[in-house]
């Protein structure tokens, strides 16, 4: 692919799913990406496990693109009941310059998120403790901050750290991406905070992050699945996922979660938070709180009494 003027970015994406969802994901991949403005040099191929796509991305796109992404793996999977999830792995990237142009964004109530290169220059030094939090972008890993969903977690973090008498003293931050979350639970006032994630960008991007925050002796990074750490009574479990691998993970946070403690889910839609809410009905939870921002929602759920 060749890109055109003002596309500054080539990225592939493999999508790993059963035969009955590809055959419903390959054509709205289409019809949603063809016709948006964002994307351009689309090329829709078969292959071993699934679909590999080729983009060329529009400058300050990423975050636009990832949210069409998970919307159209949110509607491939309701079209098919049997479907056990569709996996999105990012393959490789070219990027010719930073992802982000802006230096620093809100992030929920008081608190920023701003990004550097690695690098803190005097005025940054100068405001550490403030309410900022710095991050080092990654376009191979989420939670810039930026995107809805992050918000809507960081808020609802807020609220469960200012709700007294309830504990705040331990965090699991489940897909940590960035570490963002992770970072404001430890700015919060959680004594331990373990972010876990797959993915070993993640991870790497990560502990960069807690670094440069110099939170990264309270946390502790779990490059494996949830279901390996041991069980844990968690005060507050944080989850910003795609519905497919939220759903998935719900055994593994609730059996790891305080019968005080609460759940904070985002990553999906408004549309499907009665979806959501019915599954944690299975798990003895019901939503304590629900919050919403731009069509994405978060809700804060509690086990039944």
């Not at 040099?41 to 636009?64: A, F, H, Y």
């Not at 310059?97 to 620093?104: H, T, V, Y």
Request: net charge negative; aromatic share 6%.
């Amino acid at each position: 692919m060749n890109p055109k003027k003002g596309f500054r970015r080539s990225v592939t994406l493999q999508f790993d799913a059963p035969k009955n969802c590809l055959k419903h994901l390959g054509p709205l991949l289409k019809k949603y990406l063809e016709n948006s403005l964002t994307v351009e040099g689309l090329e829709l191929k078969n292959c071993s496990n699934g679909l590999r796509l080729d983009v060329n991305l529009e400058e300050d796109s990423i975050d636009t693109f990832l949210t069409l992404i998970s919307k159209i793996i949110f509607e491939a999977e309701s079209l098919v009941a049997s479907c056990q999830g569709i996996d999105l792995v990012v393959m490789d990237k070219d990027v010719s310059e930073s992802p982000f142009e802006k230096s620093e964004a809100h992030l929920a109530g008081n608190w920023k998120v701003r990004f550097c290169d690695g690098n803190l220059g005097q005025e940054d030094l100068a405001q550490k403790g403030s309410s900022i939090i710095y991050i080092r972008p990654s376009l191979n890993v989420f939670g810039s901050g930026i995107h809805p969903s992050t918000r809507l977690a960081a808020t609802a973090l807020i609220l469960m750290a200012e709700r007294e008498p309830l504990p705040f003293d331990m965090v699991i931050d489940v897909g940590t991406g960035s570490g963002i979350l992770a970072i404001l639970a430890a700015h919060l006032g959680a004594k331990q905070i373990i972010a876990q994630d797959i993915q070993k960008d993640a991870i790497a991007n990560a502990m960069d992050n807690l670094r440069l925050n110099m939170v990264d002796e309270r946390v502790t990074l779990l490059l494996e699945p949830l279901s390996k750490l041991p069980y844990l009574n968690s005060d507050v479990i944080v989850a910003n996922l795609t519905p497919s691998v939220m759903f998935r993970e719900l055994e593994a946070m609730t059996s790891r979660l305080d019968s005080r403690g609460r759940l904070i889910l985002s990553g999906h839609s408004l549309k499907s938070r009665d979806t959501v809410c019915q599954k944690l009905k299975n798990y003895g939870m019901d939503m304590e709180e629900g919050l919403d921002q731009d069509g994405w929602s978060a809700e804060i759920f509690r086990f039944r009494r």
